[in-house]
């Protein structure tokens, strides 16, 4: 008999679809809009962050990465939220490697994982 609280193989979930870890994104993305508006140091540990990447080979990686440098020297926090809250085309790829998740302390981090859920769980 299985212990309670722990799902049996017949319990779990599927893995995501594409559709939904694009959603999953697209709320996480959402979610770090309003953080970076609340806590601006978040832009400038990403830019950091990716300042450090471009110096090692990022392999195919690169363009994207020097399409975020770009967007963070360029655009305003409230354009950048924009961005981040878009359904464009490239809004949607670069939501793929956005560079904000790598830079999140741990609390931080968990905040946005907290939130996702309580969206799913609804």
Do not use: C
Not at 42 to 68: F, N, P, S, V
Not at 75 to 94: A, H, K, V, W
């Amino acid at each position: 008999m299985p212990s309670p609280g722990i799902p049996t193989p017949h319990q779990t979930k599927n893995p995501l679809t594409h559709r939904e870890k694009d959603r999953r994104l697209h709320v996480l993305s959402r979610k770090l809009a309003k953080a970076i508006e609340q806590d601006t140091s978040l832009l400038r540990r990403a830019k950091e962050h990716i300042d450090r990447l471009l110096k090692e080979d990022q392999g195919t990686a690169i363009r994207d990465l020097m399409e975020w440098h770009d967007i963070l020297d360029m655009y305003s926090i409230q354009r950048l939220s924009r961005f981040f809250n878009s359904s464009s085309e490239r809004g949607n790829r670069l939501r793929q490697s956005k560079p904000f998740f790598a830079i999140l302390n741990s609390d931080e981090r968990a905040q946005l994982v907290d939130d996702l859920e309580e969206i799913n769980d609804s």
